[in-house]
């Protein structure tokens, strides 16, 4: 009795490990990167929007304090938080 021999393809090694390392690693800077971005824009949103909320609740004596007048501060605290 003869056994049949299956032939089995040699198995290929990677030819390095590094370049998905590498790719890993500047995808999880990148990753931070936006994070960190987006946590700065965030910030900025809710200060604009505490700020346009003080500006509705001063009186005409507080906007002259602060060199505004009552039209002025009106159109910048009606304007969304996500316009500068």
């Known amino acids: 009795m003869t056994h049949a021999t299956c032939s089995v393809p040699p198995r290929i090694a990677p030819a390095s490990t590094a370049l998905p390392r590498a790719v890993s690693a500047s995808r999880h800077a990148t990753m931070q990167s936006a994070a960190a971005g987006l946590a700065r824009l965030v910030v900025a949103w809710r200060h604009?929007?505490?700020?346009?909320?003080?500006?509705?609740?001063?009186?005409?004596?507080?906007?002259?304090?602060?060199?505004?007048?009552h039209l002025s501060a009106w159109d910048e605290a009606r304007k969304p938080f996500w316009v500068p």
Request: a positive charge; proline letters at 0%.
């Open 48 to 69: 604009r929007a505490r700020s346009r909320a003080q500006l509705q609740a001063m009186d005409d004596r507080m906007l002259r304090d602060i060199g505004l007048d």
